[in-house]
T-cell receptor, first 113, second 111 residues
Framework: GAGVSQSPSNKVTEKGKDVELRCDPISGHTALYWYRQSLGQGLEFLIYFQGNSAPDKSGLPSDRFSAERTGGSVSTLTIQRTQQEDSAVYLC???????????FGSGTRLTVV | TQLLEQSPQFLSIQEGENLTVYCNSS?????LQWYRQEPGEGPVLLVTVVTGGEVKKLKRLTFQFGDARKDSSLHITAAQPGDTGLYLC???????????FGQGTTLQVKP
């Protein structure tokens, strides 16, 4: 597609439930990133996929968080047993190795009640 | 751990004033990028600086990369209400390509 697409755009879930957030990167982009952003704050790195290399999971805040990227394209970020502190906007971005600059999606606003 | 310190965190000015946002780190980055984000949207890339000492201009915005590639500044001349938004700097790790973001500067330009 023309841009990075994220779904859903908004998600309200009850504490303790699992959620899945989806990211469709720009076609052909080999790198995909997940970030988390609290209201009015900067971006917190979560996980990074680059081609067929093992993902960099160093930013995942706990073992309740996991992500996968199937076929080098679509990625899913899963949060198990959600907590209120997981409430934030989750942003996905993609880029093409060798070119600078990320293209971001509009994010998924997650609210845990 | 690489960190980027961005200042100020919040800036409220009148239309027509000038301002500068700073982004500082003790780490060297292969490039430094500036993004602007509006509410409900993802960040949008404004500029990338790669060479130490590099200066880039984008209309009323001037971006500078420090000689040692550890810091950067964004200067806006004659700010307009349309410049309102969250400005983010991000340094690219030369080994992994991962972007490390600063905490952002929220700019409000009042008419």
């Amino acid at each position: 597609g023309a841009g990075v697409s994220q779904s859903p755009s908004n998600k309200v879930t009850e504490k303790g439930k699992d959620v899945e957030l989806r990211c469709d990167p720009i076609s052909g982009h080999t790198a995909l990133y997940w970030y988390r952003q609290s209201l009015g704050q900067g971006l917190e790195f979560l996980i990074y996929f680059q081609g067929n290399s093992a993902p960099d999971k160093s930013g995942l805040p706990s073992d309740r968080f996991s992500a996968e990227r199937t076929g080098g394209s679509v990625s899913t970020l899963t949060i198990q047993r959600t907590q209120q502190e997981d409430s934030a906007v989750y942003l996905c971005a993609s880029s093409l190795k060798g070119l600078v600059g990320y293209t971001f999606g509009s994010g998924t606003r997650l609210t845990v009640v | 751990t690489q960190l980027l310190e961005q200042s100020p965190q919040f800036l409220s000015i009148q239309e027509g004033e000038n301002l500068t946002v700073y982004c500082n780190s003790s780490s060297v980055f292969s490039s430094l990028q500036w993004y602007r984000q509006e509410p409900g949207e993802g960040p949008v890339l404004l500029v990338t600086v790669v060479t130490g000492g590099e200066v880039k201009k984008l209309k009323r915005l001037t971006f500078q990369f420090g000689d040692a590639r550890k810091d950067s500044s964004l200067h806006i001349t004659a700010a307009q209400p349309g410049d309102t938004g969250l400005y983010l700097c991000a340094g690219e790790d030369s080994n992994t390509g991962k972007l490390i973001f600063g905490q952002g500067t929220t700019l409000q330009v009042k008419p």
